[in-house]
């Protein structure tokens, strides 16, 4: 017997609610983290599709959601992607290569994935992005997987692919906000290790230090924070990550003679050490999903200020909002934040404690597998 529902039957069910603020009628709250045995063991076999081209927090979910799933259910988790990505998974999940460089219309590319399913005899295929889902969608008539898809920002906003879907999942209300359908609202979560607490490699000044955590391309904004920084003294800043627009910051960096209170990490694995190092962390991304910085800077007790993207304002106190990215904005709200310390950890103290809560790897992925039980149920 075929698992494939059609269409109209997709999404068309009610968990119990939660998450930070009421969402529009037209969005459905996400489930809770307290999914039953019987939900974790009606799942056998499930396939999550990445068909991006980046390393960036796309994959670092579908990584961290499939080891969860690995060790922490009984089903076989495998990973459809690009070669490029087995380095990332855990050694449980079970990895499918599939050149997905290839166009998202290209005949052999759909037929392939298809076979993958159907070879796989997956319950569950959960794609993420925009062209997993067309990909997903392709190969509907194919499979009998019942097929899931993420939403991890509105670049393709398409209500009538989304439609095709069994269930929807978006990490932001701001994600889907212009969206009529049901969506599942849950958040991307973390795992904190707090016992990973290794000492940093470099000098750092007493000065406050601001901290970026941030692949380094122009939709993270990096560049006025650099101008801000000329505009305020005694604060150093630290930038984590690389990206095509790195040499031209340094650059930047230079000319604005802030080479000595610009440090240029890289990538670390020491990011956690970091925010409990720095006094403040600044999230300046365009970008409309909660970036993964915000939920580990939370949990790592790191105030922030941010942009009012991904719903960033259900947990940043408006005062650590910014309006824009204008330097003499950015400036001011660096000073503010760092002026007065004590302050500054008594207003985040409830979003720190919120963060422990609802932004953890385990409630997202609890969340995330309460979506995946009303389908096989």
């Not at 983290?33 to 999550?48: E, F, L, P, V, Y």
């Not at 990973?79 to 166009?103: E, G």
């Not at 904004?221 to 920084?229: D, F, H, M, R, S």
Request: with cysteine; glycine share 4%.
């Amino acid at each position: 017997m075929s698992l494939k529902r059609s269409a109209s039957q997709s999404g068309d069910f009610t968990i119990p609610p939660v998450g930070p603020a009421p969402h529009p009628a037209a969005v459905k709250s996400a489930p809770r983290k307290d999914a039953q045995d019987g939900d974790i063991k009606s799942i056998q076999r499930i396939c999550h599709l990445v068909a991006s081209r980046e390393h960036g927090e796309l994959e670092k979910h579908v990584a961290d959601l499939s080891r969860w799933q690995a060790h922490n259910t009984n089903a076989q988790v495998s990973v459809i992607a690009h070669p490029r990505y087995q380095n990332t998974l855990d050694q449980k999940v079970n990895f499918i290569p599939l050149n997905t460089d290839r166009s998202r219309h290209h005949p052999t590319l759909i037929w392939r994935l298809a076979n993958h399913i159907r070879a796989g005899g997956f319950q569950i295929a959960h794609g993420h992005g925009s062209k997993s889902a067309q990909l997903l969608a392709a190969v509907q008539k194919y499979t009998d997987a019942r097929q899931v898809i993420t939403r991890h920002n509105v670049r393709h906003p398409r209500d009538k692919l989304a439609s095709a879907f069994d269930a929807r999942i978006a990490v932001s209300r701001s994600a889907v906000a212009n969206s009529r359908l049901d969506w599942n609202i849950i958040p991307n979560g973390i795992e904190v290790k707090w016992q990973a607490s290794a000492p940093l490699d470099l000098q750092l000044s007493p000065e406050p230090k601001a901290l970026v955590a941030a692949r380094l391309i122009r939709l993270r904004g990096t560049e006025p924070l650099l101008q801000a920084l000329n505009q305020v003294s005694g604060v150093q800043l630290i930038i984590l990550g690389d990206g095509p627009e790195k040499n031209a910051l340094e650059q930047q960096s230079r000319e604005l003679k802030l080479d000595k209170r610009v440090i240029f990490v890289g990538r670390t694995d020491k990011a956690s050490a970091f925010l409990r190092t720095a006094d403040l962390l600044v999230i300046l991304s365009r970008n409309e999903s909660p970036p993964y910085a915000l939920a580990e800077a939370l949990q790592n007790r790191c105030p922030v200020i941010a942009s009012r993207e991904g719903d960033a304002e259900d947990y940043v106190p408006p005062e650590y909002l910014l309006d824009n990215l204008d330097p003499a904005h950015l400036a001011k709200k660096l000073r503010f934040a760092l002026t007065n310390k004590d302050r500054l950890h008594k207003d985040f103290s409830t979003a720190f404690e919120r963060a422990a809560n609802e932004l953890s790897l385990d409630n997202t992925a609890r969340a995330i597998w309460r979506v995946y039980a009303q389908l096989v149920s």
